[in-house]
């Protein structure tokens, strides 16, 4: 099964974020367009193993829904939802927020 990959409005959000601040922040351009396109990547991935990742309990589910799951890409965590054949990519945060 292959899934369709569609982004949370949230989530274009934490994507702009993200990339805003290695390239300005850290003053990094060019690590932020390596990294980010790593960050995609491992989305990407996703289209095929969406469902093999466990869903998450706890305080991520109370935050996100009932059907969430993460995967890790280095320290982010990018939180997501099956619906059918959807794979619905709700936040990309640090992984040290989740438990705070």
């Known amino acids: 099964m292959k899934f369709e990959i569609i982004y949370s409005e949230a989530a274009k959000e934490d994507i702009r974020d ?3 601040f290695i390239a300005s922040t850290c003053k990094a351009p060019l690590t932020s367009k390596v990294y980010m396109k790593s960050v995609f990547k491992t989305i990407n991935g996703l289209q095929r193993s969406a469902g093999a990742h466990p869903i998450s309990t706890g305080k991520l589910s109370q935050r996100y829904g009932w059907n969430v799951r993460r995967i890790n ?3 982010m ?3 997501y939802t099956i619906h059918d054949q959807t794979v619905l990519i709700n936040r990309i945060v640090s992984g040290a927020l989740l438990f705070e």
């Open 73 to 75: 890409h280095k320290k």
């Open 77 to 79: 965590a990018i939180i």
């Open 18 to 20: 993200l990339t805003n």
